[in-house]
């Protein structure tokens, strides 16, 4: 079913620049990506896979062709709410403790701030960071700092997880935790999860694998689509 389809691609393109000096990043991508679907999405570093990472979570726009979110509505209520990224840097505001970044999409989703760090306190607590709920993010590690990344991006209970090389910067067991973490929050929310990585450690914990050559997207023949 069509509700059933939580970001549809026709034919989207992402050109930056313009004249002799443009670069297509992605070319005409055809795509749809279904509640409940894990893929991961390889490909060598240059491939497009930000970039098509970008388009799926209404980040950017396609240059042409086009992007729509049936079962979510209109990009401007993507965020905060039914799309959370993970990318591949933190990106914690740096005023802000961790159980204040965690709580953010709450608060800007128009949660009270009590039920917002409540929220946050549980999802710090499933990625084992419950006891760094008071520091700020200068005195965390990187790995502490992507966990709280991607604590964040789950306090919210996306339909749509979205994921860029998120183990890319951390050593083996806290990458384990990271990609732990995002499997099993998709398994028990029935949200769809994109992981864009390198590491086949990653990709083999997926369902489904993409791979982007050159700006292309090849997907699998296996995924069931509906119309």
Not at 81 to 91: L, T, Y
Not at 137 to 149: F, I, N, T, W, Y
């Amino acid at each position: 079913m069509t509700t059933d389809i939580v970001v549809r691609c026709e034919d989207a393109a992402r050109t930056f620049g313009r004249g002799a000096g443009s670069v297509v990043a992605v070319h005409g991508a055809t795509c749809r990506i279904a509640a409940g679907d894990r893929i991961a999405l390889t490909g060598p570093s240059g491939s497009g896979k930000s970039t098509l990472l970008h388009l799926l979570a209404g980040l950017d726009e396609p240059t042409t062709g086009t992007v729509d979110w049936p079962a979510l509505g209109p990009r401007r209520m993507l965020r905060p709410g039914p799309v959370a990224v993970v990318f591949q840097a933190p990106s914690l505001l740096p005023l802000l403790d961790v159980t204040e970044n965690v709580a953010l999409p709450l608060v800007l989703a128009g949660i009270d701030e009590a039920t917002a760090r409540t929220g946050a306190q549980a999802a710090l607590e499933r990625l084992g960071l419950d006891d760094l709920g008071d520091r700020l993010p200068e005195e965390l590690s990187g790995g502490q700092a992507q966990r709280v990344a991607v604590a964040r991006a789950l306090v919210g209970q996306p339909r749509l997880l979205l994921a860029d090389e998120p183990t890319g910067q951390l050593d083996h067991v806290t990458g384990t935790q990271v990609v732990d973490a995002l499997v099993d929050t998709a398994a028990h929310t029935g949200c769809a999860l994109v992981v864009a990585t390198h590491d086949p450690a990653v990709s083999d914990r997926l369902a489904v694998t993409w791979r982007m050559v050159d700006g292309r997207l090849r997907t699998s023949e296996a995924l069931s689509w509906s119309a």
